[in-house]
């Protein structure tokens, strides 16, 4: 018959991650420069009618909710 592997022992004091941690300080690493962030969109976005009509199918309820009902 097949022994099945045994468990790991479980931990006793579940409150172990409150007691103090002895950490060595490592050297100082120079630390990377900001990120810079640039927009290349142009001011208006095109967008087709095939694409509007999408969105309108799949968020009408969505759209209905935030801007109201279509007069």
């Given at each position: 018959?097949?022994?099945?592997?045994?468990?790991?022992a479980?931990?006793?004091?579940?409150f172990?991650?409150?007691q103090?941690?002895?950490?060595?300080?490592h050297?100082a690493?120079?630390?990377?420069?900001?990120?810079t962030?640039?927009?290349?969109?142009?001011?208006?976005v095109l967008?087709?009618?095939h694409?509007?009509?999408?969105?309108?199918?799949?968020?009408?309820d969505?759209?209905d909710?935030?801007f109201?009902p279509?007069?």
């Amino acid at each position: 018959m097949a022994r099945l592997p045994r468990r790991p022992a479980r931990p006793t004091d579940l409150f172990d991650y409150q007691q103090e941690r002895h950490i060595t300080p490592h050297s100082a690493t120079p630390a990377a420069p900001p990120i810079t962030v640039t927009d290349d969109w142009p001011v208006a976005v095109l967008v087709t009618d095939h694409e509007a009509r999408v969105v309108e199918a799949f968020f009408a309820d969505v759209l209905d909710e935030l801007f109201g009902p279509i007069p």
